[in-house]
Every structure is written in structure tokens, then in C-alpha cells.
């Protein structure tokens, strides 16, 4: 894949995602990252501290140039993909889930199977797009329409779509606990220089509303 191919693809999905690795313990040392694009992240994550990094990808042209940069990549669809044909139970500190549960068929499924391979003290990381921001909103009411998109929280890949709410479930019923929940915000849903001041106007009442992507500590419960 060359520069032209991989730049069809937007930052969160290729870049460094350092909002996902400040969410990471530095005690952790083994890391499933699903969805693992080219790399990037577990690259800047071995930079950084001693851990060994495993991704599944699904594109295999991707994957190739992210086996160049972690220990171990495995190619194919995580749906389909039998865990225990390569890991045994509790073998990773971190699970990493970078915006990818909402382009599966059963992102439920998925995330219950992975617990198993959850150590008892891991975490596992996710990062979600809000499809309750306003901008949804207003366009299904006043526009008649969905906004299909090439990225974001209207990207036409995605399958699944999320609220906090639908989030917290999903993650209860893969028997997971969040213990952390981070907003990112944004006033116009494409990257743009107003979304600086987002964070000001989330008062209480409109914090969902300008929500443009939830990042997700979870652990196991108890």
C-alpha cells in the first residue's frame, strides 16, 4: 500500500492515537490492538515502554506494513478469527478497540469473546463514536435524511451505531466494568478549527449533544 492508498484513510484510523496510549498503565506489557490499521499505535506504544504488541487487521495490505512494526500480526476478520487457535486465557494486560466496534456485524459477540483472553487486573480500551451528537439529530429532523459520509460518526462503513448509553450496555453484558469515560467534542462533526471551543459550551445539559467520540476504560467485573 503507498502513500496515496493509505491517505484515503482518516487520522484516527493510521495515526499514533497518542488519546488512546495515555489511557494505557505503564505496568501493562502485553496488548491485543484490534483493528490494528498499519500500526501506528502499538509502534508509538513500543516507543515508549517494554511491551509486546499483537494486532489483527483485517486489510491485508495494512497489516503487512503493521507486521513491519509489532511483534506479531495476524490477518484476517476478528469475527471469524478464533482466538484460542492463538492465545490461552488471560494472556493480554490490554485489549485495544480503537474505532472499530461499530464497523462489525456483532460488536457484542466480539467483545464478549475477547474477556477471555483479559488478564483478571487488564483493561480494555475502546474508542466510539456518539451518534447522538446534535448534528445527527438536527439533519434526521430538519433535513429528512442520513448524513452518509466517508468518516466520522457517519462514516457509510459503519454497521453499528452507539449512544453512552448503548456503550454501557454493551459493555455490561460482555461482563466488563467502565471504570473511565472521556468525551471528545467537537461543535462541526469534520475536523475544523471552531471545535477548539467545543469543550466550553459542554455544559451538563448539551455534554452528549457535542459528544463526537467516547474513549472507554473497562475492566472486568467483579
Known amino acids: 500500500m503507498d502513500v496515496q492508498e493509505i491517505s484515503i484513510f482518516c487520522e484516527s484510523y493510521i495515526g499514533p492515537r497518542s488519546d488512546i496510549i495515555k489511557l494505557i498503565p505503564n505496568k501493562v506489557r ?3 490492538d484490534i483493528g490494528c490499521s498499519i500500526g501506528e499505535l502499538g509502534k508509538n506504544l513500543k516507543g515508549t515502554r517494554r511491551v509486546e504488541v499483537v494486532g489483527i487487521e483485517l486489510n491485508e495490505k495494512m497489516a503487512a506494513i503493521a507486521a513491519e512494526k509489532l511483534d ?4 484476517g476478520d476478528i469475527e471469524k478469527i478464533d482466538l484460542n487457535d492463538y492465545f490461552y486465557p488471560s494472556y493480554f494486560d490490554c485489549i485495544i478497540f480503537a474505532d472499530i466496534l461499530e464497523h462489525l456485524k456483532d460488536p457484542w459477540r466480539v467483545l464478549r469473546k475477547s474477556v477471555k ?15 447522538r ?3 445527527t439529530i438536527l439533519i434526521l429532523a430538519f433535513g429528512g435524511y442520513w448524513p452518509y459520509r466517508e468518516r466520522g ?4 462503513t459503519h454497521l453499528r451505531f452507539f449512544t453512552l448509553r448503548n456503550i454501557k450496555e454493551m459493555f455490561q453484558n460482555a461482563g466488563l466494568k467502565i471504570v473511565r469515560v472521556e468525551r471528545k467534542y467537537r461543535i462541526i462533526e469534520r475536523p475544523h478549527r471552531y471545535n477548539r471551543f467545543s469543550k466550553y459550551l459542554a455544559y451538563p445539559p448539551f455534554k452528549d449533544l457535542l459528544t463526537f467520540q467516547y474513549l472507554i476504560v473497562a475492566k472486568k467485573s467483579p
Open 30 to 32: 502485553r496488548v491485543l
Open 72 to 75: 506479531q500480526v495476524i490477518t
Open 117 to 131: 483472553f483479559l488478564a483478571d487486573e487488564g483493561i480494555i480500551v475502546a474508542s466510539i463514536p456518539n451518534v
Open 133 to 135: 451528537h446534535y448534528t
Open 153 to 156: 460518526i457517519h462514516d457509510r
